[in-house]
Each structure stands twice: as C-alpha cells, then as structure tokens.
C-alpha cells in the first residue's frame, strides 16, 4: 500500500514536472512578447510626445500674443487711449503671423500621429477666429464694452490651451509625468496672469467705475492662487524654485501692492496713484516671465521625451537579446525547476507558519498583538475562573509618545518602543504575558506564581504597577539623543471575573484615562465608579447635544470698564446653560465636553449671532459706541470656514466688524501657530479686533505674540485675585501689562473685586477692567437695568 502510495505521489509529482518545463516556456513567450511590445509602444509614444512638445511651443506663442492682444483691447477700449491703438495693432499683427503656421503644423503632425486631440478642435478653433475677426471690427468701431470682447478671446485661448497641453496617455517615465502634471497648471496660472491683466487695463482706464469688471478681476486673482498651489504641489523642484525667484524679483512684489490697493480701494473707484499704463507695464513684464517658465518647461519635456525614447528604443534591443537567451536558458533549467517545485513547497509551509505568526504579533516589538493578546487573555481567564486564581492586568499608555513620533520621526520612535519593551521584559517572570496592544499600549498579566524580578503580583497591584512606572524613569538613548518617557497604568484585578478579555480590556483602559487626569499619581485600579462616571459625561454630553435646539442656553454679559474714567467700554458675551433636571450647570464642566464633542462649534455660531444682534441692538437704542468681546474656542478658530462664519454673523444683525472682539486663548493660538497665523491675518481683515483671553496662565513668548495680528492681551483673573497677597502675582501682572504696552496692545484685567486691585492696575497702565466690583454677568434685561442705574 505505501509502494502504491509512492507511485501515485511519483506519477502526480512527473505531472507537475511537465507542466514545470512547458508552462514556464508558453508564458515567457508570452511575455517577451508582451513586453517587446511595451517597450516598442512606449518608444513610439515617446516620439509623438516630442511632437506634442514641439507643436506646444508654436501653440503658446500664439497663446501668448492672443493674451497681449486681449489686454491691449480692454485697455483700448476702457480709456480710448491712442497709444494703447498703437501697441493693439502690434499685438494684432503678432497674432495674425502665428495663427496660419501653427494651424499647418497641427494638420501636418495630426495626419500622421494616433492619440492627438480629436480633429474637430481645429474645426472650432476656425469658428473661434472668425468671431475674432468680429470682435476685432467691433473694437475698432469703439461698439464694445471690455467685458463683452472677453468671451471670444477667452474660448480660443482656452481651446488652444487644450490643444497644446494634451497628452496621448499616461506615461510611464515618472520625470516625464511629474513634467506634464506641472503643465496645464502652469499655462492656466498664465492665462489667469494674463486676464488679470486685462481686467485692470479695463478698470484703471475706465471713464467710471464698474462692478462687474472689479469683480472679474478678483475672480481672476483667486483663480490664480488655486492655479499656483496647484501648479507648486505637481511641479518638480526646480520649476517650484523658479515661480519662488519670480516671485521675489521687484517687478512682482510691485503687482502685489498694485494689486492689494486695487482690491483693498475696493470696486468704488480705483486708486490715484496707479495708472493703466503702469499697470499694464507690469502686468506684461510677470506674463511675460511666466512665457519664460513655460518655453523652459517645454524644452525640458522636449529633451525628458527623446531621453525616454532612447531608452525606450535600447531596451527594446536588450529585451530582445535577453529574451533569446532565456528562451535557450528555460529548457535547461527545468530540471532546476522540478527540484524547486518541492523547495518551494517547504518554503509555502514556512511563510504560512510566518503569516500566522505575524497575524497574531508586532513585528516591531515580536510581542503579541492586541487580538492575540485577547485570545491568551481569554484562555487564562478560563483556566483561572474555576479555581478562584488571583490574576492582574496592567494597561500602561506611555505619555507623550506622540510627540516624540513627531518631532524626531517614527525610526527614533520605533527604538524607544523596543527599549520599552526589554525594559519591561526585564522585570517580568518568563510565564508572565507581555503584549503590545496599541501603538503606544503595553498591556502585562501575571498571576500569584508569576514573579517580576523578586516581586510577587501578591505584594500588591499597586506596588507591581510602580516598577513598571519606574522602568521609564531612565532616560532612553536613540544614538545621541536622550529621550524622557512617562507612562499611566490602568490596574484591574481578578477576581471577580469577567466575562470576556475584552471587558477586562475596556476596564483598565477606563482606568488610565483616570490615571492621565491625575497630575500625581500616575496609574489607577479599576472601580465600578468609573464607569458611573463615563456614563454621567455620556448622559452630559447627550444633553448638550440636545440643549442648543432646547433654548437651553443663555447669553449673559459682563461689563467692561475704563479704570480712569469708570466709563462703560464693552461687553464681554458669557454662556450660560441651564437644564431643567441639572440646573444651572458650570461653563467650567460643559464647555470642555464641548470642545471634546465638537458640539462647541455649533454653541460657538449660536454665541456669536446672540451676542451680534443684542450688542447692534443696543447701540441703536442704548449705547452708540458699545463693543462686546465673543470667546472662540480653538476648535472654532481651526476651522477651515471660520471667516465665513463671522462675516455671515456680522452681515445678518448688522454689527459694524469693528464692535466685535474675538477673544482666544493662549494655548489654543499656540497649538498651530502658522494655521492660527493664517486664520487670525484673515479674521483681522474682516475688520474685527482680536485679542488673548487668560493670558499669562499659557506658555507663549514675545518672539510668538508678535507674529499675530492682536490688539489686546487680557490678564488672567487668578493674578488679578492675588495682588494684595501674591508677590508673584503682581510680577507677573506688571509683566504683562509691560509687554502689552510695549507691543501696543489694549490691556484687560478680569477678576477685579476690590478697589485696591483696580487702583493698582490702573496705576500699572491697565486699560479696562471687569469683575464683581463693578457688575457680575447679567442677563440682557438685568443689564438694562443695571445701565440705567449707573
């Protein structure tokens, strides 16, 4: 029976060893095939994409005069200027000697091309001439606004565009492709270059003012941006690097301001010191700058696609050559083969045995994972629950790590977990399960048997769970860098017994989130109170989803006051919330739920048009000149939207923007400081002021204050409360308002209660004082009465 075994293994193993020898033959004839094929498609490719670049190079040159053509008739036609008639005609007679001989090369080359645009482009580009030729006899005849000659121009540019920048197809050559996607970017940014251009020729040289060429011509700086980022996100280094000296040469810092006061003078009239011809001088002198960068571009795609069809062509000859000779070397080698088919059939077993394991552990670290974890957890549970066995599990989140993947990159980060994990391994008995659960988790289960370096699990939870804190305590060493690393534990003891690993998971993770929240002792048992504490954030956070729709919240406002004058100057707009079963509920627990939930955003809009329409009402009624401070939480100032968001509150209770305060705080403008720098110059240009809430209690520096666009710092109410008593608190108050005054920022103190302390800031320089001693925060009609009073 095992002779008739070995023959059946015999006879299937020589019918393997057939298919060996004649499979590996077809196929790689196949493939030679496929792949001569390949390299003689891509070589041919590669010649059209040479003529492409080529027929491009005449394309833009038309392209380019029709831009000049374009801009020189708006400028006509806006002023009548008899010197714009002469550089008109100039233009005219350039675009009439490019059109005819780039129209007989495209026919030439589409003739005898595959893979070009399709044949009916040039059909339309003749109509698109003939309603130039139209638009020409308009514009002589002076029939024409600018704005109506734009049409035509613009779809024959565009259609040339397309024509010039088309592609037969993806190519494989990745300079090439980084070339081509840098492209079509770069000849819109031109193209919105050179409309921009013309829309100021047209709004400089204009007899009076027109709205909708203003608005065209900030259309066209706006697409220009999004071209540019485009254009620098796709581009190689080199081409980046030129559109950046471009960009610093005088020429165009010069647009820019010309540009900045066109659009800051706004669309009712256009600034005294700029003339169209100026203007035009320097508009030309960037377009013409951007020709440059395109004839560079082209020329590299020409050289790029000839580099590429060489060597598309020479290693089509040395596939042919290799592909002779393999197809000689296949048969010898199928005995070779045969042998390999049993070496490979180990090598399955192995990489199935690797796979599993690799399924099951952190290849980092080679503990195991989370679901592996889960599954041994599982089996030591079993085993221990019917004995009653002792059984602790250790969750340990390493503090910080985050930041170190951060600044010094995931290699460094990587070697800080493998130092982690030997340190760990050195206080653990062999039996004791030692895992890796997320990417900065470690999770540790011993029992009563399972001693750490002498120290049994039966000394304590809390005593095992301070050698484990103490392992980090040494500095680790990643080449010569010195990184300190923290950690919080979650301890959770069995008995009693759940039912599944993953409860027991779920435990010790509720139990580091309490041990991150104490500032001292760094790990935490699990008790049932922590999840009666999760539940009763669950149950806040489910009322403040729902209060805004409730009308739960109130808007209250705090007076603020001159310290020379006692003079009420503002308000500052206080959220209030109260539920009906809860009360009146602490901003100090639910604005942080908030701003965890990202509700806050929401509550943030609702603040805002709150205190917007109450403050405009007041000042029509009550007081002309009041001003109210809105906090903005940090979750709002990131939004990509936020100036949206403040300009729609201003524009529908008519608020002037300069009666609004955004308030920030410290730590939130320095989370990000370039993103909070962007939002912060755009809130600024709104017209709003914007000031630092709490500021001193942070961790900013002069050197960081100055990058953003504020007008106030506002002392923390805490450095306030100590003046009598606190030699600290007054240095840093007088510090404070040092630096607010030599910053030229406005001062706020919160917190005044007594007349002592008000003396005091004011006779420091503080500008504007609110707290008990003059009023609390007051509902509207508290206010009210509170105003009348005074």
Request: proline residues 4%.
């Amino acid at each position: 029976m095992l002779k008739d075994l070995r023959g059946g293994l015999m006879d299937r193993l020589g019918f393997r060893i057939a298919l060996a020898i004649a499979i590996p033959v077809v196929a790689f004839l196949i493939m030679a095939g496929i792949a001569l094929g390949e390299r003689e498609r891509v070589g041919r490719d590669m010649a059209t994409t040479g003529d492409m670049a080529a027929l491009a190079t005449e394309g833009k040159a038309l392209v380019h005069a029709l831009q000049d053509e374009r801009a020189d008739s708006v400028g006509y036609l806006s002023g009548l200027d008899n010197e714009f008639w002469y550089i008109l005609e100039e233009a005219r007679d350039a675009t009439d000697g490019l059109i005819e001989p780039f129209r007989e090369r495209w026919e030439q080359l589409a003739s005898g091309q595959e893979g070009l645009p399709p044949h009916t482009l040039l059909d339309r580009m003749g109509e698109d001439l003939r309603s130039l030729a139209q638009i020409r006899s308009l514009v002589n005849q002076q029939a024409l606004h600018p704005l109506e000659l734009l049409p035509a121009y613009d779809r024959l540019i565009q259609r040339l565009i397309l024509m010039v920048s088309h592609t037969p197809q993806a190519h494989a050559d990745a300079q090439l492709t980084a070339l081509f996607n840098a492209y079509r970017p770069l000849l819109l940014l031109k193209e919105h270059a050179a409309r921009e251009r013309a829309l100021g020729n047209a709004w400089l040289g204009a007899f009076q003012p027109d709205r909708r060429v203003f608005h065209g011509f900030q259309s066209s700086v706006a697409i220009q941006d999004l071209q540019r980022q485009q254009f620098m996100s796709l581009a190689p280094p080199g081409h980046r690097d030129a559109l950046l000296e471009l960009e610093s040469l005088p020429a165009h810092q010069e647009l820019l301001a010309a540009r900045a006061a066109m659009i800051n003078h706004g669309s009712a009239g256009k600034p005294e010191h700029l003339n169209v011809m100026r203007w035009y001088g320097v508009t030309r002198e960037r377009v013409d700058q951007l020709r440059h960068m395109e004839q560079d571009l082209t020329a590299e795609i020409r050289v790029a696609a000839a580099r590429a069809e060489r060597e598309a062509r020479q290693e089509f000859m040395v596939l042919l050559g290799i592909a002779l000779m393999l197809l000689l070397s296949t048969v010898t080698l199928s005995v070779a083969i045969a042998r390999g088919l049993l070496k490979r059939h180990r090598e399955r077993l192995h990489a199935m045995e690797r796979v599993a394991w690799l399924a099951r552990h952190d290849t980092l670290t080679h503990l195991p994972n989370r679901s592996h974890f889960t599954e041994l957890l599982d089996q030591r549970l079993e085993a221990a629950r019917p004995e009653g066995s002792s059984m602790t599990l250790y969750l340990m989140d390493l503090q910080g790590f985050s930041e170190v993947n951060r600044i010094w990159g995931e290699s460094v980060a990587d070697q800080v977990l493998v130092q982690v994990t030997e340190r760990m391994r050195g206080l653990l008995h062999p039996d004791a399960l030692l895992a890796r659960i997320y990417g900065d988790q470690f999770g540790v289960v011993i029992g009563p048997s399972e001693s750490a370096s002498g120290l049994d699990a039966a000394e304590g939870g809390e005593a095992f769970a301070q050698r484990l804190l103490a392992c980090l305590d040494e500095p680790f060493q990643v080449g010569r860098r010195r990184i300190e690393m923290r950690g919080n534990i979650g301890v959770v003891a069995c008995p009693p017994f759940p039912r599944h690993a993953s409860e027991l998971l779920s435990d010790a993770g509720f139990a580091v989130e309490y041990a991150k929240s104490s500032p001292r002792q760094r790990y935490r048992r699990f008790e049932p109170r922590m999840l009666e504490r999760h539940a009763a954030l669950v149950d806040l956070d489910r009322d403040l989803e729902k209060a805004l729709e409730r009308g739960e919240f109130q808007v209250h406002y705090q007076p603020k006051l001159d310290l020379e004058t006692g003079r009420l100057v503002s308000l500052e707009a206080l959220l209030r919330w109260y539920h009906p079963r809860r009360g009146w509920v602490s901003p100090d627990e639910f604005i942080p739920r908030a701003e965890t939930s990202g509700t806050i955003i929401e509550i943030g809009d609702h603040v805002l048009r709150e205190a917007c329409a109450q403050i405009q009402a007041w000042r029509q009624g009550l007081c002309p000149d009041l001003t109210v401070g809105v906090n903005l939480a940090t979750l709002q100032l990131y939004q990509a939207d936020i100036v949206a968001r403040v300009r729609q509150a201003l524009v529908e209770t008519g608020l002037p923007p300069e009666a609004l305060e955004l308030e920030l705080t410290e730590t939130g403008l320095m989370e990000d400081m370039n993103a909070a720098t962007e939002a912060l110059e755009r809130l600024r240009g709104l017209g709003v002021s914007l000031s630092v809430d709490d500021f001193g209690t942070g961790y900013s520096s002069l050197a960081y204050l100055r990058r953003f666009p504020l007008q106030g710092l506002k002392l923390d109410k805490r450095f306030v409360s100590d003046l009598e008593s606190s030699d600290e608190s007054r240095m840093i108050a007088s510090a404070v308002l040092r630096l607010a005054r030599s910053l030229s920022l406005r001062s706020v103190a919160e917190g005044v209660e007594t007349q002592a302390q008000a003396d005091w800031l004011r006779e420091r320089g503080c500008r504007l004082g609110q707290g008990y001693l003059y009023a609390p925060a007051m509902p509207p009609d508290e206010f009210v009465l509170w105003l009348g009073q005074r």
